[in-house]
């Protein structure tokens, strides 16, 4: 659409950029603030520079974190993605089905993050949990408060169940909007379903697969509370993702200024990697 | 043929298998649960549900929620819309800045802003306030609201908007008579998607509350940690904080893609 230029449409997101000013500018600076300083309580602050950089960017608590979180995103986007356009691509386009499979894919999207973590604890317990007791049945030796290895299967197969829907959700929107005659044409050229998909389904769903790749990263990388509720970041520190340490060292520890140097890291992170997916993204749309 | 039905049908049983367990647990006795693995509940029991509605400390926890919820949907919705018009409709200096900026706060972890949002509202006298927590939210659900209404809103010709201003319409009377009756889907659908994502947050919302905002999740976190483990209850309680999305959910279902494409399917 051909836009006019008109300076007085700022007064049209005053309201938001007071807002979100608020919420937003005010708490990172109060960051920042930390993050240059050390205190010794008593509300004493004196100026630190940079040592809690330095010291976060050294530490190896810090790698490990980040190295697991970035196995845990990039893993669920490599399940997830493939696995949504899949059953997308699988869905009945017309019919009653269609709404019956479109509201019960979406139900995990709407159940809050503690309960899907609560919930994904009681079903895999090996004692009183239908997964663990059937893996056990089935003759796996299965304990994911115990083994690292099945602490990792739990937590990822939860997120699989928790948001490959919303990438099902995408795809499917963009599979509906192809008209009937682009698949007629095809069947003309006598084009097998391989290269309906190459060359009419995937470029049509390349737009709504970005968008679904860019949630699903910055929530990915966002995450806390389902873990959190689901191992409680162990055993041991295995599945500690970066939330869950940042929470560890601001709440428990109250070493605020380690801990503000992290968010301001970690944040960073996230910006940079999102731009990216961004500029992608408003690419495609041109 | 058959496998393109087979996999759907797959993924929803998968789906629906950790549901499915939820609501067995709430209809077991603690014992029961703790007994061993029934696949339906050998004594039937309402107790559970009971317990949760006769108990102030457990329904307050989901008319808490309900209240921060709606305050929040509002105030984001509102502000929305204004802002959404201004991005579909004109060109201005920053405006594409101000739009990624937007953005960034739907990237920034609730864990950062944890600590900092907690002094921040203690010091402005809004901690456990509904209040408190509904800002708090506005913080993601703006920004989204903001894309939604706009990828809605760009679909709407500017052709509707110069009509009305030639048939002596002043902004505000086209904005409020014509042109939200004509975009009312898209804001549906954000006000869906500002429901969802502050029903489901709970790292803020817990934060931010002590005792009179406290919301159910951080109601069911405390009963699980002080009193034993008392799982059914917990199950009942989480079937309950189920009940409002499916609810919902049933209405936008034709929509909830569009939404999550920021309106731009």
């Given at each position: 659409?051909?836009?006019?230029?008109?300076?007085?449409?700022?007064?049209?997101?005053?309201?938001?950029?007071?807002?979100?000013?608020?919420?937003?500018?005010?708490?990172?600076?109060?960051?920042?603030?930390?993050?240059?300083?050390?205190?010794?309580?008593?509300?004493?602050?004196?100026?630190?520079?940079?040592?809690?950089?330095?010291?976060?960017?050294?530490?190896?608590?810090?790698?490990?974190?980040?190295?697991?979180?970035?196995?845990?995103?990039?893993?669920?986007?490599?399940?997830?993605?493939?696995?949504?356009?899949?059953?997308?691509?699988?869905?009945?386009?017309?019919?009653?089905?269609?709404?019956?499979?479109?509201?019960l894919?979406?139900l995990?999207?709407?159940i809050?993050?503690?309960v899907?973590?609560a919930m994904w604890n009681i079903f895999a317990l090996p004692d009183i949990g239908l997964m663990g007791y059937g893996?056990?049945a089935?003759?796996?030796?299965?304990?994911?408060?115990?083994?690292?290895?099945?602490?990792?299967?739990?937590?990822?197969?939860?997120?699989?169940?928790?948001?490959?829907?919303?990438?099902?959700?995408?795809?499917?929107?963009?599979?509906?909007?192809?008209?009937?005659?682009?698949?007629?044409?095809?069947?003309?050229?006598?084009?097998?379903?391989?290269?309906?998909?190459?060359?009419?389904?995937?470029?049509?769903?390349?737009?709504?697969?970005?968008?679904?790749?860019?949630?699903?990263?910055?929530?990915?990388?966002?995450?806390?509370?389902?873990?959190?509720?689901?191992?409680?970041?162990?055993?041991?520190?295995?599945?500690?993702?970066?939330?869950?340490?940042?929470?560890?060292?601001?709440?428990?520890?109250?070493?605020?200024?380690?801990?503000?140097?992290?968010?301001?890291?970690?944040?960073?992170?996230?910006?940079?990697?999102?731009?990216?997916?961004?500029?992608?993204?408003?690419?495609?749309?041109? | 043929?058959?496998?393109?039905?087979?996999?759907?049908?797959?993924?929803?049983i998968?789906l629906m298998l950790p549901i499915y367990w939820l609501l067995n647990m709430s209809f077991k006795t603690t014992n029961e649960i703790l007994g061993g693995l029934t696949l339906w509940p050998q004594t039937f029991t309402l107790e559970n549900y009971v317990t949760i509605f006769s108990d102030?400390t457990w329904y307050?926890g989901y008319?808490?929620?309900?209240?921060?919820?709606?305050?929040?949907?509002?105030?984001?919705?509102?502000?929305?819309?204004?802002?959404?018009?201004?991005?579909?409709?004109?060109?201005?200096?920053?405006?594409?800045?101000?739009?990624?900026?937007?953005?960034?706060?739907?990237?920034?972890?609730?864990?950062?802003?944890?600590?900092?949002?907690?002094?921040?509202?203690?010091?402005?006298?809004?901690?456990?306030?509904?209040?408190?927590?509904?800002?708090?939210?506005?913080?993601?659900?703006?920004?989204?609201?903001?894309?939604?209404?706009?990828?809605?809103?760009?679909?709407?010709?500017?052709?509707?908007?110069?009509?009305?201003?030639?048939?002596?319409?002043?902004?505000?009377?086209?904005?409020?008579?014509?042109?939200?009756?004509?975009?009312?889907?898209?804001?549906?659908?954000?006000?869906?998607?500002?429901?969802?994502?502050?029903?489901?947050?709970?790292?803020?919302?817990?934060?931010?509350?002590?005792?009179?905002?406290?919301?159910i999740?951080?109601t069911m976190?405390?009963t699980a940690?002080?009193s034993g483990y008392e799982l059914g209850l917990l199950a009942a309680a989480g079937v309950l904080t189920i009940v409002p999305g499916a609810f919902?959910?049933?209405?936008?279902?034709?929509?909830?893609?569009?939404?999550?494409?920021?309106?731009?399917?």
């Amino acid at each position: 659409m051909r836009k006019t230029v008109n300076q007085r449409a700022w007064l049209f997101i005053l309201p938001v950029l007071v807002l979100v000013a608020f919420n937003a500018i005010l708490p990172l600076m109060t960051v920042v603030n930390y993050s240059v300083q050390e205190t010794f309580g008593n509300n004493e602050f004196f100026w630190a520079g940079l040592i809690w950089f330095e010291q976060v960017i050294e530490s190896p608590r810090f790698h490990d974190s980040l190295i697991r979180q970035l196995i845990f995103t990039f893993s669920i986007l490599a399940i997830e993605i493939p696995l949504g356009v899949i059953i997308a691509l699988a869905m009945p386009r017309k019919g009653a089905w269609v709404s019956v499979c479109l509201v019960l894919m979406a139900l995990p999207l709407l159940i809050p993050w503690n309960v899907v973590g609560a919930m994904w604890n009681i079903f895999a317990l090996p004692d009183i949990g239908l997964m663990g007791y059937g893996l056990n049945a089935l003759g796996f030796d299965f304990n994911f408060t115990r083994q690292i290895g099945d602490a990792w299967f739990t937590l990822l197969l939860m997120d699989v169940w928790h948001w490959t829907s919303l990438v099902v959700l995408l795809a499917y929107a963009g599979l509906v909007s192809i008209p009937d005659a682009y698949y007629q044409a095809a069947r003309i050229d006598g084009a097998s379903s391989w290269a309906i998909f190459r060359y009419i389904q995937l470029p049509k769903m390349k737009r709504v697969l970005t968008i679904a790749v860019l949630l699903r990263f910055m929530d990915s990388f966002n995450i806390y509370t389902e873990p959190f509720v689901l191992t409680g970041g162990g055993p041991g520190n295995s599945t500690t993702l970066l939330s869950i340490d940042l929470v560890k060292i601001a709440l428990g520890q109250f070493d605020l200024g380690p801990a503000a140097a992290m968010s301001l890291i970690y944040f960073l992170i996230i910006l940079l990697l999102s731009w990216v997916f961004y500029t992608l993204m408003m690419r495609n749309e041109e | 043929m058959r496998a393109r039905r087979l996999i759907p049908t797959v993924y929803i049983i998968f789906l629906m298998l950790p549901i499915y367990w939820l609501l067995n647990m709430s209809f077991k006795t603690t014992n029961e649960i703790l007994g061993g693995l029934t696949l339906w509940p050998q004594t039937f029991t309402l107790e559970n549900y009971v317990t949760i509605f006769s108990d102030p400390t457990w329904y307050m926890g989901y008319v808490n929620s309900l209240i921060y919820v709606s305050i929040n949907t509002v105030i984001s919705v509102a502000v929305a819309l204004p802002a959404a018009y201004a991005f579909s409709r004109y060109r201005f200096l920053g405006d594409k800045h101000v739009f990624f900026w937007l953005l960034t706060n739907r990237m920034a972890p609730a864990a950062v802003f944890a600590l900092p949002f907690f002094q921040l509202y203690s010091a402005v006298g809004l901690f456990d306030t509904h209040l408190a927590v509904a800002l708090a939210h506005t913080l993601f659900n703006i920004p989204l609201a903001v894309w939604i209404l706009e990828g809605f809103m760009s679909g709407v010709p500017k052709e509707l908007d110069e009509t009305a201003y030639i048939d002596g319409h002043s902004f505000w009377s086209f904005f409020i008579r014509i042109f939200m009756p004509t975009i009312a889907a898209g804001i549906g659908v954000a006000m869906f998607f500002c429901f969802m994502f502050s029903w489901v947050e709970l790292l803020l919302a817990k934060t931010l509350t002590s005792v009179e905002a406290k919301p159910i999740a951080a109601t069911m976190t405390r009963t699980a940690s002080t009193s034993g483990y008392e799982l059914g209850l917990l199950a009942a309680a989480g079937v309950l904080t189920i009940v409002p999305g499916a609810f919902v959910i049933y209405f936008v279902r034709n929509y909830i893609a569009k939404g999550f494409a920021l309106g731009r399917v």
